[in-house]
């Protein structure tokens, strides 16, 4: 009877513990899953080394990782070995009370002071080392945070662009870093690095991508919330040769390509012959001279080669409707877009007609995979209701809605006056989409 006492402790413990062991098989199962896809390649990982900024910061973590993990085993070591070795058993005297050990007391106050000399070394080299100066010869980007896109100009070469970057293997980069209006951060994980963009103060993040890089389509994020469309201010890096990219930026340099289709009967909402004869006086200011022997399109990422996760699998929201099947047409869509309000916002070189600088740069729109800060793959489904209403598919979106018809959350009310029908919707897409 002696041990029964005993043997009932020992029952409440197994059911103290029984209570744990779904939590435990959970872990199990979550870490066995996790070893599995470990073996996958993840698209947004940042442990790897594909620039000398990627590779310093994964040393300096796997230094860190390594040092920590001798730390917390030795301690942990110890914690169990004080439990069992001092736990309190039946009969057993009181513990001897003692002043303290100036001894031990020592050992665990410089034992910690040296690892953490040791870690600070190298973290100390590594920050030096990523918040130098770049070198003179480098790629100069100027990276500009809206809410919610990305502007893109390469002051070298004259080029503006939005959402989508380009950049050359084996050249160092050095970005430059400023906003328009909140914080931002920019990030592409698969690069390393990220740094803050900040109100009133220009931060600058350099790297040099290596040559294994060369053709990978990569994700960029803002990492820093920043309003209503945070989750959606996204951005595409296309991985390129240095000759891809020279023939990439001579063309981007170029004014638009625009090859005029051939007309289409529209289906419904024709233009009016006001605009008709707008266009044939070629009051417009744009010139189309160059349609009948277009400049041949420079070099543009493989489609092919995009990897799934560049891809945007976003949909437009159902309520914003547009009819099957209407075709639009490109020199109706220039001669309406160069008397529109979008003119106001969005610069198209070539079209002396649009040269705003609120909204992206158009240029070169059709040779981009993405649309509005990289949400939405860049087809004509979901061209045409961006411009339809573009804070429908957007929640915040600076860009008003234009449909006639469609609700405008800026004037809170539905557009009437100024409103495009559908098939001018259409026309104006089939514009933007000619511009290669």
């Known amino acids: 009877m002696a041990s ?10 197994a059911r103290t513990l029984r ?6 098989l959970t872990a199990l199962m979550v870490a066995g899953a996790a070893a599995t896809a470990g073996a996958q390649q993840y698209p947004n990982t940042t442990f790897n080394f594909t620039t000398d900024l990627n590779e310093a910061t994964t040393h300096l973590w796997d230094s860190l990782i390594f040092w920590a993990t001798i730390v917390f085993v030795i301690v942990e070591v110890g914690i169990l070995y004080i439990i069992f070795k001092f736990k309190a058993r039946p009969n057993s005297p009181d513990p001897e009370h003692v002043h303290g050990n100036t001894t031990l007391e020592i050992a665990w106050t410089a034992i910690p002071a040296v690892i953490l000399a040791v870690i600070a070394v ?3 080299r590594t920050i030096f080392m ?3 100066k770049a070198p003179a010869n480098a790629l100069q980007v100027e990276v500009i945070g809206h809410q919610w896109w990305w502007e893109f100009r390469y002051p070298e070469y004259g080029i503006t662009t939005a959402n989508e970057l380009y950049l050359p293997v084996s050249r160092t980069v050095n970005f430059k870093l400023n906003t328009v209006d909140v914080l931002h951060a920019f990030w592409i ?4 690095g990220k740094r803050d963009l900040i109100s009133n103060r220009t931060n600058y993040l350099w790297m040099t991508p290596r040559d294994s890089m060369t053709l990978k389509a990569l994700n960029g994020f803002c990492t820093e919330y920043c309003g209503s469309s945070h989750g959606n201010m996204k951005f595409r890096v296309f991985m390129v040769s240095p000759e891809q990219f020279a023939s990439w930026a001579a063309h981007q340099k170029a004014p638009a390509v625009f090859g005029v289709a051939p007309a289409v009967a529209p289906v419904a ?27 041949p399109v420079g070099f543009v990422f493989p489609r092919e080669k995009l990897d799934i996760s560049t891809i945007p699998t976003a949909t437009a929201p159902a309520s914003i409707t547009f009819p099957a099947g209407m075709t639009g047409d490109a020199t109706r869509g220039q001669a309406i877009y160069s008397r529109s309000s979008c003119i106001g916002c969005h610069k198209i070189d070539g079209n002396p007609m649009s040269a705003g600088i609120v909204g992206p740069n158009l240029t070169h729109l059709a040779s981009r995979y993405t649309l509005a800060g990289a949400v939405f793959e860049n087809t004509t489904d979901n061209l045409v209701r961006w411009i339809k209403n573009a804070p429908a598919m957007k929640p915040g979106s600076l860009m008003p809605a234009i449909g006639s018809g469609e609700y405008n959350p800026a004037i809170k009310a539905n557009v009437t006056i100024g409103g495009l029908s559908d098939q001018q919707i259409a026309d104006v897409a089939a514009y933007l989409q000619a511009l290669k």
Not at 19 to 24: D, V
Not at 281 to 292: I, K, P, R, T
């Open 269 to 295: 909402a024709p233009v009016t012959p006001a605009a008709e004869s707008t266009t044939k006086a070629g009051q417009v200011g744009v010139a189309l001279a160059n349609a009948a022997a277009p400049a």
């Open 122 to 124: 190298p973290t100390v």
């Open 130 to 132: 990523t918040q130098a």
């Open 19 to 24: 209570g744990f062991a779904p939590l435990a």
């Open 189 to 192: 994980p698969r690069l390393g």
């Open 4 to 13: 029964f006492p005993r043997f009932r402790r020992f029952l409440s413990r």
